[in-house]
């Protein structure tokens, strides 16, 4: 790996600029001191002052094929000099094919996708086709979870990005899903948790009027609210709740799919068919944005005859269609997601365990594939968090530290 003769001061300039134009994501824009990258190649990137950086979190946990595949690469490019851009209401081959591909890794029955710019507006339109299909108005989403950010996913989310957007979407209920270690039902085992949690969500259920809820959308792996792997049953009984009450299963793989658990999708791991698979991220690892959503045959017979209202300019983008096609080929021939599965099960385990073996600051250690989490504890038996729940200033100040350290 080449990395790019160092220039400090090119590094200085563009921050300079960042800080005179560019509007970042949820940040208070003054406290700003973004890092300049220079470039990036597999597993690293680099900045200007020639540092080398292990891209631990992939960026924002989506780049799973690397920085810079080759192939990838090489598939925009000639897209790039083929047909750069064409409108959504036309065929078009890779996106065709992309299409295709999607489908093939999906259960059977899942045969259409609808392409978007990315997750959140794959979350959108999901609860859009979920509430044609039923007619019916409500959607059911976990506390502990992470949807987008646009207004129906954001009001959906339940971490605290949702507080100041809340006016979105009515009828968005909440509630708790299952999490072992900090269990909201008391319980003391795995399987006791699953039961407990689909106990309350069937109360919920009844409680909201079944024929009032048009969808449960649920991350299969909770990913930013803590990597929370659900209990072995948990997942095929919230797919028997849904068929009971004639609700739709709603999948947000955006996260979770493409590899980063070691299979393709993560509910694979549960046995599950979700009724509407949200796909973004891993599935071209971010080289050009794009999501979309897979589409049971049943939910899609819905708008064979009536129009489905909605869409958008850039729905399956040639350039993203082409990086689709080229990263799932590739991902398939270099058996990156059997790989993920054993650097999870030999690498990323074994060493997160050692870690915790030699520091009590590690409450629990969780995850599999290339997706982990540390339960940061201040007491290992009480299991009081190492700093409160969404804690800012003074009380966050334990987490700044180490991420500073990290
Ligand atoms: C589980 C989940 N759903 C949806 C989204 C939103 O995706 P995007 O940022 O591409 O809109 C994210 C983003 O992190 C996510 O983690």
Redesign the pocket.
């Known amino acids: 790996m080449t990395i790019s003769t160092p220039d400090p001061a090119r590094g200085d300039e563009i921050v300079a600029l960042d800080r005179t134009h560019v509007f970042h994501s949820w940040s208070a824009q003054g406290a700003l001191s973004p890092l300049p990258i220079a470039g990036a190649e597999g597993s690293y990137f680099w900045d200007y002052a020639g540092n080398r950086y292990l891209d631990f979190s992939s960026q ?3 780049v799973n094929i690397g920085h810079q595949h080759p192939k990838v690469i090489a598939a925009i490019q000639e897209q790039a000099g083929r047909l750069a851009t064409v409108a959504p209401q036309h065929a078009n081959d890779v996106r065709s094919e992309a299409a295709r591909l999607i489908s093939e890794l999906a259960p059977p029955a899942h045969n259409k996708v609808f392409f978007t ?7 959108e339109n999901a609860v859009r086709m979920a509430r044609l299909h039923t007619g019916r108005h409500k959607v059911l989403s976990a506390y502990r ?6 207004a129906t ?1 954001v009001t959906l989310t339940g971490d605290p990005r949702r507080w100041p957007n809340e006016a979105g979407m009515a009828g968005v209920v909440h509630f708790f899903g299952p999490y072992p270690y900090r269990s909201p039902f008391w319980s003391t085992s795995d399987e006791q948790e699953a039961d407990r949690a689909l106990e309350h969500l069937e109360q919920v259920i009844q409680f909201e009027g079944p024929q009032t809820i048009a969808a449960i959308v649920l ?1 299969s792996v ?3 609210a803590g990597v929370l792997i659900p209990p072995a049953h948990y997942l095929a009984g919230l797919r028997e709740l849904a068929s009971k009450y004639g609700i739709i299963y709603v999948a ?5 799919g493409f590899g980063r658990t070691g299979e393709w999708f993560a509910f694979n791991h549960f046995g599950v068919e979700p009724d509407l698979i ?1 796909f ?2 891993g599935v071209n690892s971010g080289y050009v ?1 794009v ?1 979309g959503v897979i589409i049971s045959d049943e939910i899609a017979a819905t708008f064979d005859d009536r129009v489905f209202p909605g869409g958008l300019t850039y729905s399956g983008h040639p350039l993203a269609a082409a990086s689709i096609v080229a990263t799932i080929n590739t991902m398939r021939e270099e058996g990156i997601v059997e790989n993920a599965k054993t650097v999870g099960e030999r690498v990323l385990g074994p060493g997160l365990q050692e870690l915790a073996d030699r520091h009590q600051v590690i409450g629990e250690v969780r995850g599999f594939g290339v997706f982990w989490a540390l339960d940061l504890v201040k007491d290992r038996q009480t299991r009081e968090m190492l700093v409160p729940y969404n804690a800012a200033g003074a009380a966050n100040a334990p987490m700044v530290e180490l991420v500073g350290a990290c």
Request: hydrophobic share 35%; proline share 3%.
């Open positions: 924002l946990v989506n710019n990315g997750g959140a507006d794959a979350i979870s992470y949807h987008g950010n646009t996913a991350e909770v990913g930013t947000d793989e955006v996260m979770s949200a973004a991220k944005p999501g």
